[in-house]
């Protein structure tokens, strides 16, 4: 029975569910279709690149000229900025249909598995509405989109084999260009394939070898050719336009061997969150003169710049180029000598680097005693207790909902020209640049008289507009009980202060008196004219004003969403690990086999792997991983599916603990292997 016929036969309650199914679906799109984008013209290494090399594809120039960001990232994200842009289409609300559409193939996979409609409703939901998105031009959610349609095509095409014995091959030809969509997204796909390795066990395995070997032979050739096509594309354009046969320049391996060798390399000075310290550059220019041309500027300017980053860090690294900063402070020298202009050339100087480091080595002028994993950012095997230490602080931060994190829609920054182009290939609006000169001042004023009010005003003075708000303030009356009107003398003043030029305008009691803007600071504590003036503190505004009305009311719904998924993440993530902690005791003891748990299996697996590939990408690039948003958006889809997953395993698992089988689920044990789910 398909998925039509199987609501066909729940009658009139069917055609209501696939109304209830689609309609959310289209509010859902709705809440983010059109919203305006937030655009970092000077993000040179992320957003401002992603558009400058979509720009370069629309102008029929591939990806550009070549230099040190063109291949340094995989290609996707700008290739799919471009394409939208080409269709006339936004490519911020085409994120939002791609992880729709995912929620929708997860739910018929659901129903294929013979789920109860109505209770598979709730992992639909729950995912459908899930508000951990981001309004930037920065590849995370649409990362997280194309993980999660994956795993929901996974998931159907697991469904159908396991109800039917067998799935049709246009599903695994859409499932080979869903995988070469995930490795030509990112660079850090290591941590999917656990993930992957389990979905494909679930996806062939059945008792008969012989079904195994059929099936196998009937979905591989077409998900592969899938796959071969978009990555045969791009390494074909790849190498015509610069001679480089491959996705990334950072995977060549030349690059990866010194970058291997240089953070294996040990001194007797060891800083914390440094692998590559000066001491140990200072060596490694002593054996290589290949390196040695670059020391003006790894120890010059240059070094400075990337080691002030870890001052701001890590106070006792300061000035170190510590982590992966490495990695990109490399690339800016060796750019600066004029080796990024072409990819042999590039290669040519590292394979110089990488053969007189290893003569270093080799020879003990080195001490290369350091084991590291030779990744894109190689990494300490050594400190991977520190990794692990990470795990539960990175645990709290995800189930409770990012720390609150809400959708953010904030504004632009950079040069005008280059915003112009950011609203061009989004072929919508872009959030415009704050009022750097708006400031938002507060704290308390005490008087003898209830009249108060207080303007930021222009100097010179000039006409003005202001927003000006009092409210009960208990805390400063139990500190001036004396004072009749101390109970109403909080307050809060909104205004412009071009240049800094400005004054704080302060009138009560028919008395002013003015102060001038270098004494407007947190902190201050000023008495004049019979009045006391404490100011709390001094802030620049963002004003959201240029928003349209409907865009506000989306972005605000998404935002009240967002708080109760973080109220309850917490409680709901709780409830669903104790249920897989009984599902997994009922598989071990009670011969337990179900689909819902194999799901929750691949969800729980992928969110293990991810937050382990977090804490070591924390500690080797040294960034604030904590509080990110955009390296855990992938992850949320996935501990939504898991606590939805469990929700339905809930429903299944009373049956099971009570060797019923009059009710709950019912296995077939043909010997096709079958085993249709229902509910």
Known sequence: MGNRSYLRSLGRFGLALLIFVVASALIRYWLTAGLPITAHAHGTYDDALFIRLAESVVSGQWLGDYDKLTLVKAPLYPLYIAANYLLGLQFKTMEHAIYIVACLILYLALIKARVNPYLALV?????????????????????????????????????????????????????????????????????????????????????????????????????????????????????????????????????????????????????????????????????????????????GSLGKQWGGLMCKRHAEACNEIGGGYIFWALRDALAAEGYYQSPDKMRSVYSEISEELQRGCSSGRLDCSRTVWPLRYPIRLERIDDYLAKLPAFVNYMVSGLHGRLPSYGAAHGPDERLEVFKRLSNTAIIEKAQRDHYSVSGWLISDSQEKYIAIVPKPFAAYTNRFSLKSSRDVQRHFKDNADSALSRFNVEGPCKGGQCELLVMSGGEHTKFDQALIRPGADLKRAGMHLHIDSVKQKQSNQQLFWIDRFKINAFKKIGKLYNHALVYLTLFASLVFAMACIAFLFKGYRSLLLWGALIAIIGIATRLGVLALFDEFTQSPVIGQFRHFIPIMPLLLLYIGFNFLILFELPAVLRKSTGMGVKTDHAKSGNSPLTL
């Not at 059929?214 to 790849?238: D, E, F, Q």
């Not at 291997?260 to 914390?272: A, F, G, I, Q």
């Not at 550059?281 to 003169?289: G, I, K, N, Y």
């Open 123 to 299: 992992p639909f939901m729950l995912l459908l509405f899930n508000p951990y998105h981001h309004a930037s031009v920065e590849r995370g959610w649409f990362y997280a989109a194309i993980v999660f349609l994956v795993i929901a095509g996974f998931y159907y095409m697991i469904s159908m084999r396991t109800v039917s014995g067998s799935v049709r091959s246009s599903h695994a030809f859409l499932l080979g260009l869903g995988l070469a969509a995930l490795y030509l997204s990112r660079e850090e796909t290591i941590w999917l394939y656990p993930l992957l390795a389990v979905a494909f066990t679930l996806l062939f395995y059945q008792p008969d070898r012989q079904r195994v070997v059929l099936l196998m032979g009937k979905v591989l050739p077409l998900l592969l050719l899938g796959m071969a096509i978009p990555i045969s594309a791009v390494l074909s354009m790849n190498y015509l336009k610069y001679g480089h046969f491959g996705i990334k320049d950072s995977a060549v391996k030349e690059f990866k061997t010194t970058f291997k060798l240089m953070k294996s390399v040990r001194t007797d000075e060891e800083k914390p969150f440094v692998d590559v310290t000066h001491k140990s550059l200072t060596q490694m220019f002593d054996v290589s003169p290949a390196l040695a041309r670059f020391q003006p500027h790894l120890q």
